[in-house]
C-alpha cells in the first residue's frame, strides 16, 4: 500500500471514533444538566443513568434516582434535548425514605 492510500484509510478511519467521542461528550453534557436542574430544585442527585432505550436521535434520556429537600427518595425518567439545556420529567415516583442524621 502506497504512502498515500495509507493516509487515506487513516483518515477515514478516525472519522467514526471521532463522530463516537463527539457523541458520548453530548450524552455527558447532557447527563450535567439533569443534575444541575435537579440542584436548582434542592435536589440532591444519587443516580443519574444514561438510558439507550428511551434515547430518540434528537433526545438524550436518562434514569434518575435522587432525593428531595424532605428526604423523600424519588425514581424519575427525564429526556433532554441534544442543543438544550431544559430537562423534561415524565415519570417521578417516591420509592423511600432518606435517613434522618440528627435521629
Not at 2 to 16: E, G, M, Q, T, Y
Not at 69 to 77: L, M, P, S
Not at 87 to 96: A, C, F, K, L, T
Request: aromatic fraction near 10%.
Amino acid at each position: 500500500m502506497s504512502d498515500a492510500k495509507f493516509i487515506v484509510a487513516r483518515n477515514l478511519a478516525l472519522i467514526p471514533c471521532i463522530v463516537a467521542v463527539l457523541w458520548s461528550l453530548a450524552i455527558t453534557l447532557c447527563r450535567e444538566w439533569v443534575k444541575r436542574d435537579l440542584r436548582e430544585r434542592i435536589c440532591q442527585p444519587i443516580m443519574v443513568r444514561w438510558s439507550p432505550v428511551i434515547t430518540s436521535r434528537i433526545t438524550c434520556a436518562f434514569k434518575v434516582i435522587y432525593s428531595d429537600f424532605r428526604g423523600q427518595v424519588h425514581r424519575a425518567t427525564c429526556r433532554t434535548p441534544w442543543y438544550w439545556k431544559k430537562v423534561r420529567w415524565m415519570d417521578d415516583e417516591i420509592i423511600g425514605q432518606t435517613e434522618d442524621p440528627t435521629s
